[in-house]
């Protein structure tokens, strides 16, 4: 089946700090892979996705590249804001009789202090 | 575009009552999702719609969980006889399938409804 991993969290960074949160998957198929950020009581926010081996995904300073070969799509930032405090989600969409279905991790905190 | 909205936000219910759910999407998307989300934990998916038809269930959606969209708009999840487990949050999400080669399918999420079950 398919299944998303994360980092396990809380992390908790520095105002212009560098941050990694690194995101594994399995998936039965060629996937499409996303993240997703959830600020306090907020819904989900698509942040950056990449659909195909290499594509690298960015938003807001945020980066992704679809590393097929090791399974992989770690997002990155070279510098956090007061206000990148989140909960972040990797994600991954497969087609096929499985394309209704994003399937996710279990979501990385990310707290960043002044 | 006013995005996906959901009602009502919050819902506190006592176990064995029944409790039903909206969901309104983008108004030009055809296709929407129904997710649950517990504390700690990313959405799990529960079932899909494309206009009208309920084409995916998830094995969570158990026989107490029915989902509908009648006209292909909006959408209702009414849960019967609700247990202490029911307690989450739902999330319901809306796409539009891309023309032209990509069927790559971004969803764009409403903020959720909070089931509390006493």
């Known amino acids: 089946g398919n299944s998303v991993t994360q980092m396990e969290g809380p992390v908790t960074l520095s105002e212009e700090a560098f941050l990694t949160i690194n995101c594994t998957y399995t998936?039965?198929?060629?996937?499409?892979l996303f993240w997703y950020v959830q600020y306090p009581g907020e819904g989900l926010q698509l942040l950056l996705k990449?659909?195909?081996?290499?594509d690298k995904g960015s938003n807001k300073g945020f980066e992704a590249t679809y590393r097929k070969e090791t399974t992989s799509f770690h997002l990155e930032k070279g510098s956090v804001q007061v206000s990148d405090s989140a909960v972040y989600f990797c994600?991954?969409?497969?087609?096929?009789?499985?394309?209704?279905?994003?399937?996710f991790g279990q979501g990385t905190i990310l707290t960043v202090h002044p | 575009d006013t995005g996906v909205s959901q009602n009502p936000r919050h819902k506190i219910t006592k176990r064995g009552q029944n409790v039903t759910f909206r969901c309104d999407p983008i108004?030009?998307?055809?296709?929407l999702y129904w997710y649950r989300q517990t504390l700690g934990q990313g959405p799990e998916f529960l079932t899909y719609?494309?206009?009208?038809?309920?084409?995916?269930k998830s094995r969570l959606l158990s026989d107490r969980f029915s989902a509908e969209r009648p006209k292909g708009s909006f959408s209702t999840l009414e849960i019967q006889r609700t247990e202490q487990g029911d307690s989450a949050m739902y999330l319901c999400?809306?796409?539009?399938?891309?023309?032209?080669?990509?069927?790559?399918?971004?969803?764009?999420f409403g903020p959720g409804t909070r089931l509390t079950v006493l």
């Open positions: 999400a809306s796409s539009f399938p891309i023309a032209g080669g990509s069927i790559t399918d971004t969803q764009y």
């Open positions: 998936a039965t198929g060629y996937p499409s």
């Open positions: 990449a659909t195909k081996a290499d």
């Open positions: 994600a991954l969409w497969v087609g096929g009789t499985s394309y209704g279905k994003l399937t």
């Open positions: 108004s030009e998307h055809n296709r």
């Open positions: 719609f494309q206009n009208e038809a309920q084409l995916e």
